[in-house]
């Protein structure tokens, strides 16, 4: 029988495959992405991963028990992307005062709100349901992208190639798979539209990177 989180997986498999054939992983993979567009986009993700980060500590606080506050503060206390960020910061030319001056664009910002609100209005389940799309999808790019020869981007794909998010992909399914055991259907629902809704944004952050997304006013 599948486990909850691969029940979602399942369901959110053409929005997924959207993803991993979208231009800017696929010109990622060839090289010919323009550095412009990969340099916007470590400006994104490096402040998205500060409101992940804000929806990892929520989370925290949903633990039902001393033993889930145990493994979730696991997760707080390991940024594992950040040391990537800022060497790919370094090497793209990019400073903290660029990040500060562009801001958070309107997708990531929304994306962003879409995980803060669920931790906020909902238990741990939903809350990791919601954070679970991010890590999934970019430890499949494993396999969906693989390397690249880039000088840039192979220091990116290698990241994911080597399994740098393979802990965290297995402790927030767990934690979704957990909490889908003996909650009501309307909780299971509440985790099955957070997860689809976070892997609509995972989509369209690439989508917004690739376009260099501005807010219109």
Wanted: aromatic residues 12%; negative net charge; hydrophobic residues 45%.
């Amino acid at each position: 029988m599948a486990s909850f989180s691969e029940e979602l997986r399942v369901e959110a498999e053409p929005i997924w495959e959207r993803i991993f054939s979208h231009p800017f992983l696929r010109e990622i993979k060839d090289g010919t992405l323009p550095v412009e567009k990969f340099r916007y986009y470590l400006t994104q993700d490096y402040q998205y991963l500060e409101g992940f980060a804000r929806g990892v500590a929520m989370a925290l606080a949903k633990a039902p028990d001393s033993g889930m506050v145990e493994e979730l503060s696991h997760r707080v206390l390991t940024p594992v992307e950040r040391p990537l960020h800022h060497s790919l910061m370094e090497e793209a030319g990019v400073t903290m005062a660029d990040i500060e001056a562009i801001g958070r664009s309107p997708t990531n910002t929304a994306y962003v709100n879409h995980m803060l609100v669920t931790a906020s209005l909902h238990g741990l389940g939903p809350t990791a349901a919601a954070l679970l799309p991010c890590p999934w999808t970019y430890h499949l790019l494993k396999d969906e992208v693989g390397a690249s020869e880039h000088p840039l981007y192979s220091k990116w794909t290698g990241a994911y190639v080597a399994g740098l998010l393979e802990n965290s992909v297995a402790a927030w399914r767990s934690f979704v798979d957990r909490m889908a055991l003996d909650c009501s259907a309307a909780e299971r629902e509440a985790m099955r539209e957070a997860f689809l809704v976070s892997s609509r944004y995972e989509f369209m952050f690439w989508d917004m990177a690739y376009r260099q997304e501005e807010w219109p006013v």
